[in-house]
């Protein structure tokens, strides 16, 4: 089956700056790509998302990039806010079910 | 849009108790539904998956006949937790999918279950 490890399982950054979360597959047929953002107790809410036909795809300040060869996508959050403080989760699909990543823990520091 | 109610959000009871959780897609027919258990820090493990008027696909290591689901209609699926003991106690999630595998799940709010 599918396997998605996503890397770091922690992320600290300063208010405005960058984050990068990456994450790869091992399932060549997955085509289909979220992020879920989850906040404490709370339901996993759809950020982003990425189909296999698509190189890079961007929404305000969150885009996600996605290399098919190399079997890894990621997650950029730019010009970070205290509201973004929660996990991430990337998942992949290949048509059946969502495969989920263990999940970043994001601190942006005030 | 896209909008899936899960009840009820938190359930206390006691050690044997059977437990019904109900998820609902409020505005679009949800072709398939899938629930999810969840431990504290940890990611969502998917259990079961179930489409409309079909038995459900149970994961790997679940029990069926400890967790019920029923999938009667487009838009309402049900997970029975049978005879609660406390190791099942723990945050349940569902989801709801319309079409094909590569369209998005939208979760429901969950239930935090805790047996006593």
């Known amino acids: 089956g599918e396997n998605v490890e996503q890397h770091p399982s922690t992320l600290s950054v300063q208010e405005g700056d960058s984050a990068v979360i990456k994450c790869t597959y091992s399932?060549?047929?997955?085509?289909?790509f979220p992020w879920y953002k989850q906040e404490l107790g709370k339901r996993p809410q759809l950020i982003i998302d990425?189909?296999?036909?698509?190189g890079e795809k961007k929404d305000q300040r969150i885009a996600v990039t996605l290399n098919k060869t190399a079997k890894h996508f990621s997650l950029h959050i730019t010009e970070t806010q205290p509201e973004d403080s929660a996990v991430y989760f990337c998942?992949?699909?290949?048509?059946?079910?969502?495969?989920f990543g263990a999940g970043t823990t994001v601190t942006v520091r005030a | 849009g896209a909008v899936v109610s899960q009840h009820p959000s938190r359930v206390i009871c006691k050690s044997g108790t059977s437990v019904k959780i109900e998820c609902r897609s409020l505005?679009?027919?949800?072709?398939?539904m899938f629930w999810y258990r969840q431990f504290p820090k940890q990611s969502l493990m998917l259990m079961a998956t179930?489409?409309?008027?079909?038995?459900?696909?149970?994961e790997q290591g679940v029990e069926k006949d400890k967790f019920l689901i029923n999938h009667a209609s487009l838009t309402l699926s049900t997970l029975t937790v049978t005879s609660a003991h406390p190791e099942d106690s723990s945050f349940y999630i569902c989801?709801?999918?319309?079409?094909?595998?590569?369209?998005?799940?939208?979760f429901g709010d969950g239930t935090r279950l805790s047996i006593l």
């Open positions: 179930s489409n409309e008027g079909s038995k459900a696909t149970y």
């Open positions: 505005d679009f027919q949800a072709t398939t």
């Open positions: 998942a992949a699909s290949n048509d059946y079910k969502l495969s």
């Open positions: 399932d060549s047929a997955s085509n289909y």
């Open positions: 989801s709801a999918r319309a079409g094909t595998g590569g369209q998005p799940q939208h």
């Open positions: 990425i189909r296999s036909n698509v």
